[in-house]
């Protein structure tokens, strides 16, 4: 069976600096997706960026980059310059191709220090 | 405005009585996720849906069951079998993959009492 597995339950951040979340998983699926998704207090699910398996290049979306190593089956987030609204609980989560189960790990609660 | 809509907010029942959660979505989406989450347990699969009329149980489904009728509904109903009811419910949405977005959406989330 697929896991997601996050081994950070919480990080602290000061900032303007960058600060790394890990993931990994476990499949046997050669067609796959990868995401983390930002909870902030509003508990409210929101995307912050998207890796086909497929694709080599790390996705990046302004501050945010991953680390896509899948022969590692690693994906890590990393936020440059950390802003105080960054504070929220981040969820990396894998997507199955074949039948588009996705699963969660257990997620890292991230605090910004000022 | 297209978006996934639960309701309610917050629901309260009693021990021993089965509930219903509802999840509508107006973003012509085709599969459609529950996640139970708990402090410290991430999002857990309770039933996802690919199609109308079919769905999958996830990694937590015994005392829960799903339909799926229409594309745009997905309700989940919380049986008096599920020992530990008491739980923040979401409903997610997604196209399936080929050249479309593959992120799924989510909805606000319901957050179920039982006493």
């Known amino acids: 069976a697929q896991t997601v597995t996050q081994s950070q339950p919480e990080m602290s951040v000061q900032e303007a600096e960058t600060v790394t979340l890990s993931c990994t998983y476990d499949t046997s699926e050669s067609d796959y997706y990868l995401f983390w998704y930002k909870q902030p207090p509003s508990r409210q699910m929101i995307l912050v960026i998207r890796?086909?398996?497929?694709?080599?290049q790390n996705a990046t979306e302004n501050r945010f980059s991953v680390n896509f190593q899948k022969a590692a089956k690693s994906f890590s987030l990393k936020i440059s310059d950390s802003q105080l609204g960054d504070a929220a609980m981040y969820f990396c989560?894998?997507?199955?191709?074949?039948?588009?189960?996705?699963?969660f790990g257990k997620g890292t609660r991230l605090h910004i220090l000022p | 405005d297209g978006g996934i809509t639960q309701s309610p907010k917050y629901l309260f029942r009693k021990e021993g009585q089965n509930v219903t959660l509802s999840c509508e979505q107006n973003l012509n989406h085709d599969a459609m996720y529950w996640y139970r989450q708990d402090p410290g347990q991430g999002l857990r699969l309770i039933y996802y849906?690919?199609?109308?009329?079919?769905?999958q149980k996830g990694d937590i489904a015994e005392g829960y069951s799903v339909s799926r009728e229409k594309k745009e509904s997905f309700p989940l109903t919380v049986t008096s079998a599920q020992k530990n009811p008491t739980a923040f419910y979401l409903c997610?949405?997604?196209?399936?993959?080929?050249?479309?977005?593959?992120?799924?959406?989510f909805g606000q989330g319901t957050r179920l009492t039982v006493v």
């Open positions: 997610a949405s997604s196209f399936v993959p080929g050249g479309k977005n593959t992120e799924a959406f």
């Open positions: 849906s690919q199609i109308v009329n079919d769905f």
């Open positions: 890796q086909e398996a497929y694709k080599q």
């Open positions: 989560a894998y997507r199955r191709d074949r039948d588009d189960k996705i699963i």
